[in-house]
């Protein structure tokens, strides 16, 4: 009595196994999306990183600074032609080299930190095309994803219509068992299919009766072994 039952299970079952595949499906479609948001931030990041490198350097403060010295340094050197005694000749030599060296290690790391500001620059600029250009692309893919969401829901809607018209024509008692192991495995498949004597989630063998009582439909029985609600896979092929 049970045999058209399992035939509308075995129905019911595979709809919802598509149903899953189609929400997985739009699951991925769904990554696609957040993938590349993910590399949207990490360059928003990169260029906020940059803009605070580029303030740390203070280069406008350190060209003034070499201006300076190098304008201090003349100055001096000017001085120099005035000088009659050796003594005083000697002091602003030295007073000269010093300043010299000073000036070759400013200007040395002024010159470092100019050519790495013009390097984040060309970053800067490869990361705000690619924002321009992926926020193009993000729109496109969401309009696209936008309608194989409605294509997939539509589907499962209408499978759903199916599995709920399926469960009115089972037998309500049957129907009830099954719903309750279900909630029992909580989301997990709860239903496995009794090929040849073994169950096809587990493997384990059941014994001959078992296996002929299900068959004939004369019995409804869960796996012994892990508890799933047993459809007789031959029902199938009883019509
Ligand atoms: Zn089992």
Redesign the pocket.
């Known amino acids: 009595m049970y045999l058209p039952s399992f035939r509308h299970l075995i129905e019911i079952e595979a709809m919802k196994t598509q149903n899953q595949n189609d929400l997985a499906a739009i699951a991925t479609e769904e990554k696609r999306i957040s993938d590349l948001e993910l590399l949207r931030e990490k360059r928003r990041q990169n260029i906020a990183a940059l803009d605070e490198e580029v303030k740390a350097m203070k280069l406008i403060e350190k060209q003034l600074e070499v201006e300076s010295l190098e304008a201090k340094h003349k100055r001096t050197k000017e001085q120099l032609d005035t000088l009659n005694s050796e003594k005083d000749i000697k002091a602003m030599e030295h007073q000269l080299e010093v300043m010299g060296a000073e000036l070759s290690q400013k200007e040395e790391t002024y010159f470092s930190l100019l050519e790495r500001s013009e390097a984040i620059a060309e970053e800067k600029k490869e990361a705000e095309e690619f924002l321009q250009g992926s926020a193009n692309t993000i729109e496109d893919i969401k309009k696209e994803v936008e309608i194989e969401r409605q294509k997939f829901n539509k589907q499962i809607e209408n499978r759903n219509l199916r599995i709920l018209s399926l469960e009115e024509q089972c037998l309500p008692a049957l129907l009830k068992f099954y719903k309750e192991i279900e909630k029992k495995f909580a989301g997990k498949k709860a239903v ?1 299919y009794l090929i040849d004597k073994k ?1 096809s ?2 493997f ?1 063998q059941v014994d001959s009766m078992f296996k002929t009582a299900l068959e004939e439909g004369r019995a409804m029985e869960t ?1 012994p ?2 508890g ?1 609600f047993l459809i007789p896979e031959t029902a199938k092929i009883y019509s």
Do not use: E, P
Request: with cysteine; proline share 0%; glycine share 0%.
């Open positions: 496995a169950c989630a587990c384990v796996c072994n892990c799933r």
